[in-house]
C-alpha cells in the first residue's frame, strides 16, 4: 500500500479526508497539532509544522509516497487578528513542507481557498489572476506561489465553504446550535458562496491525488460547488432539509456588521475543468439530508 500523510488530519476535513483515503487504498498518517484523534486505521501523531526540524524528521522516518497539506490557520479572523502565527503556518510552514516533498521526489497537494480573490467579479476560473482582500486570502495566495517555487510536483486545490458533520465544527454546527436554542441567527443576504460537503470535498482531493500520481492533474483546480447561495439562503435550506422549526433567520448586509476580516462578498469558484475532469459535487439541500442524523 502505498502511504499518505496528511497534515491537519484533525481539522474539518481532514477528518474526512483520512477516511476516505482509506477506501480508496491508501495506508494514511495523518498529524494533529493540538487536538489529538483516533480514526480506524489512521495512524496519527503530533506535529506542530511551525518546528522545521520535527517536519523533516517525519519526513526522513515516514518516507511517504504523497503529501496532502490541509493544516492551516483557517479561520479569516483569526488570521486577520494574528498576522504573525497566520504567515508562519499558513505561508512559511507551507513552503518548508514543499521543500521537504521536493526533496524527496514525491508530490504535494495543497488545499488553498475560494479567498485569494475579492469577490467582485465572480464566478472565478483558475487563470484569473488572485486578488485577496484579507490576509487569511493573502497568506493562502502567498503559499500558492512560495510552495510551487519549492516543489514543482504540486497540485493546489482551491476550496469553497464547507460544511458537514465532523468532530471539529463547520461553519454550520454555530448556527445549528442557536437555531435550535430558539435564538434568531443574523445571516446576510450579500455574501454569496458555492458550498461543497466535506465528504464531497475530500471526493475531489482524492481525485486529484490520483490524477497527481498519474502525472496528470493540473497544477491549480477549482473544487466549488454548482449552487451559488447567500449565506441566508443557506440557513434557509439547513431550516427545510433538517425542519427545525424553532429556527429564526435575521437577513443581514455585510455592511450592517462589523468583522475583523474583510469579507469578499462573491467568490464563487467556476469548477468546469473540475467537473470535466469528473468531481461531481452534490447539490446542499441532498447533501444535508444525507447527513441529517449526525447534524
Ligand atoms: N473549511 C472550509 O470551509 C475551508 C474553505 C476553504 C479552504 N479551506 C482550507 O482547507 C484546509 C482544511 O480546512 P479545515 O476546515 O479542515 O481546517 P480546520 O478544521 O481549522 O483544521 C486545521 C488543522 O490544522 C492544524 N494546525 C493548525 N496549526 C498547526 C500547526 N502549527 N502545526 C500543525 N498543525 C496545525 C489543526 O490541528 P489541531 O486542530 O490539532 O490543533 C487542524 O488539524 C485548510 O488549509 C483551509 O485553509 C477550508
Same mark, same amino acid.
Request: with cysteine.
Given at each position: 500500500?502505498?502511504?499518505? $500523510? ?5 481539522? $474539518? ?10 477506501? &480508496? ?13 483516533? %480514526? &480506524? ?32 490557520? @483557517? ?37 488553498? @481557498?475560494?479567498?485569494? $480573490? ?47 458533520? &465532523? ?20 445571516? $446576510? ?22 490524477? %497527481? ?81 449526525? %447534524?
Amino acid at each position: 500500500m502505498k502511504k499518505l $500523510f496528511i497534515t491537519g488530519a484533525s481539522g $474539518f476535513l481532514g477528518w474526512h479526508l483520512a477516511q476516505l483515503a482509506q477506501t &480508496a487504498g491508501w495506508q494514511v498518517y495523518g498529524s494533529y497539532q493540538s487536538r489529538p484523534i483516533e %480514526l &480506524a486505521g489512521v495512524s496519527s501523531f503530533p506535529l506542530d509544522l511551525t518546528d522545521a526540524v520535527s517536519v523533516k524528521l517525519v519526513m526522513q522516518e515516514l518516507k511517504p509516497d504523497a503529501v496532502v497539506h490541509l493544516a492551516a490557520l @483557517s479561520s479569516p479572523n483569526a488570521c486577520e487578528a494574528e498576522p504573525e502565527r497566520s504567515y508562519q503556518i499558513n505561508v512559511v510552514a507551507s513552503s518548508e513542507l514543499a521543500g521537504r516533498c521536493a526533496e524527496a521526489g514525491i508530490p504535494c497537494l495543497f488545499t488553498s @481557498s475560494e479567498q485569494v $480573490f475579492d469577490g467582485l467579479h465572480p464566478p472565478y476560473r483558475e487563470a484569473v489572476p488572485v486578488c485577496p482582500i484579507n490576509r487569511y486570502g493573502e497568506h493562502k495566495a502567498m503559499a500558492e506561489v512560495e510552495m510551487r517555487h519549492r516543489c514543482p510536483n504540486l497540485t493546489v486545490c482551491r476550496m469553497p465553504l464547507l460544511f458537514g458533520a &465532523a468532530p471539529a465544527d463547520s461553519f454550520i454546527q454555530p448556527w445549528l446550535r442557536a437555531m435550535r436554542a430558539g435564538k434568531a441567527v443574523d445571516l $446576510f443576504i450579500d455574501e454569496i458562496r458555492n458550498p461543497i460537503s466535506g465528504t464531497d470535498a475530500a471526493q475531489g482531493i482524492l481525485l486529484t491525488l490520483d490524477l %497527481l500520481m498519474r502525472g496528470q492533474a493540473p497544477d491549480l483546480l477549482h473544487l466549488g460547488g454548482t449552487e451559488r447561495l447567500s449565506r441566508y439562503a443557506i440557513g434557509q435550506t439547513l431550516v427545510a432539509a433538517l425542519e427545525i422549526s424553532e429556527a429564526k433567520l435575521n437577513p443581514r448586509r455585510q455592511s450592517e456588521v462589523k468583522m475583523a476580516a474583510p469579507r469578499p462578498p462573491d467568490v464563487s469558484l467556476d469548477s468546469s475543468l473540475a467537473l470535466s475532469l469528473g468531481f461531481r459535487p452534490s447539490p446542499l439541500r441532498p447533501a444535508l439530508e444525507a447527513i441529517r442524523s449526525q %447534524l
